[in-house]
Structure formats: C-alpha cells, structure tokens
C-alpha cells in the first residue's frame, strides 16, 4: 500500500508543511512553487527588459545631446562673435561719422 500510494513529499518553504511535489501550490498556506511562477518571472523579466531599454535609450540621447550642444555653443559663439564683429564695425562706423560731424 505504501508503494502504491508514494508520492514524493517536500516540506513547504513558506510555514515548513509537507506536501507533494507534483503540487504546484502548498494546499496549507497556499504558497505558489518555483516551478509555476517561471512564466510570470518570465513575463516580469521581460518588462524589466523593456524598462532597460527605455533606460538605455537616454544615454544614447545622453551623447547625441552633449553633441548636439557642442554643435550650438560652437554655433552661438560663431554668431555672437560676427554680431560683436558687426557691433565694433556699427560703433566705429559710428564713431566715425560723429567723428566726421565734429570736424565738418
Ligand atoms: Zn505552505
């Protein structure tokens, strides 16, 4: 009867209760084995995964920001730089024709 009736016995993690291996869930506290729960690791790993990418994403942006703000300091200088240019010319140009009044 024993042989018949063996079923592999395991003591529940979760309050220490034996109960049968095929069983996926504790028939005691209702504790969920390792063994059903994989999908739904499965399932979480793979939005983890996806968070990851969306984290990885803003490095990327990370860089392509740095070099696109590079690009516009560079750009910025270069038109302050021409209006200071255009400025200095304006002022003695200015200065010049006050400079003119003066003597005239
Ligand atoms: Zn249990």
Known sequence: MKGENFIAMI???ECGEQISDKSKKCVHCGYVFAEEPVEKTKEE?????????????PKVNMRQIIIAIVAAVVIISTVF????????KA????QASTEYGEKY
């Open 11 to 13: 003591s529940c993690p």
């Open 45 to 57: 790993s793979t939005q983890q995964v996806e968070v990851t990418k969306v984290n990885t994403k």
């Open 81 to 88: 730089g021409v209006k200071k240019v255009q400025e200095q």
């Open 91 to 94: 002022i003695k140009a200015a």
